[in-house]
């Protein structure tokens, strides 16, 4: 099953900001279908996957990686080039996506202890290790922590919705990880 | 802003309308809806209806209107129409072809209630009005308008023209004639243009609209709640969105806040009303 995205036409009212200028993400064409949860939904998103206090780099680092352990094709796809734009590596993505060494790919102790954290929280249940939270707090702040653990969280639903829904991923996107040869 | 003080201020329309039902006995050349006998029926849940008139009256809403389809297909309807006019008028948007002698016993229910039917009448000369609403329609609709005034329901005619800008005066002044000498004076008839929406767009016909012609009138129906009874159009079977404000009707604060939003961020600047009703 796919849901089809609601065509600019047929934009309900609450919806139209979000047709104005460029298309709409698919996200948000498909949640157009119920515009009431578009109007609070996209601004969350862009809250808590946009730009704030918390470096964009660290968040991609946790979208790309949830994105991958919940196997969510159009999360995986549109991340990986926003992640390069972030500034990340070849070789660092390549680590996130596991399709390549994950040993040292990171430098910083915070950012290998932030993948720990988005792999605690994408692939564990129940309560997160005690040594885990310990690694974080002497890494990160308390708002720091929530934001990123927001992001993670926030990006494992999108994972589901994406995937559920089948929402297709941008040509372009194609085109350019395929020239990055990580289509 | 609370609703009621944004129908007080003349923001949002007053009226809070239903859409019963989707199917109607006719298939007319400008329907919004495409409605038609066999058509999927799109019914709202009588029990919705009584629970949001509820709420629109505690919202400040000062009247209801129900529409469709043709409401009165609806074994149901008059019940549902007792009950809300027991909160406020009720008007209910029929084509007045179906008022046989069961059901116009049943509309004995509503005596004393403050009801009024809006029936269409097109035009003053049968064949002219039944090749835009079908055959017989002109019969049956002067048949039934003095039948219902005798019992005590209000009647308005509305008639819808292609364009009202080029009608023959000469035919409006028949029609005129017509509706007065059936018991309905000229102020309880509407003249209004087709809108291109529904199955006029495929016949051609019609004024193109956008929402800010529309005064916003919170409009609910199965498929949720429209920005005025205009909206929530069907083409080629399928439902237009380009109205809807939310999914969610109840609880009616929802949708109505919605509303008031979408048509703040609309109203910007416009002032393009043309006046539909």
Redesign the interface.
Known sequence: MTIAPVPAEQAPLLARPYYAGESPSPIAATLAHVPELLDVAMPFIGAALGESSVPARLKEIAILRASVLLECHYCVQTHTVVALDEGLSDSEVRALREDGPSEDAFDKERERALVAWVDALARGRGAIEDALQARMASCFSEAEIVELTVVTTATMMLNRYCTALGLPVNPATITRLRAEGLA | MSTAKLISEGRLGDRLWFYTNYHCNLRCSYCLTESAPGVPRRELDAERIRTMAAEGAELGFQSFGITGGEPFLRDDLVAIVAELAALRPTLILSNATIFNTRRLRELQALEGLPVSVQISLDRPDPDKNDQMRGPGNFRKVVEAIPRLIERGIGVRVATTLDDPDVADPQEMERLCELHRSLGVPDCDHVVRPVIRRGRAIGNEIGRDVV?EDFEPELTITADGAF?TPFGPTIVGGRL?????????TSPLD?PAS??M??AG??SDGQDARIGIR
């Open positions: 929402f920005a237009d969105t380009d109205l809807l404000v939310t999914r969610t929802v919605a509303l939003r979408a961020a609309a």
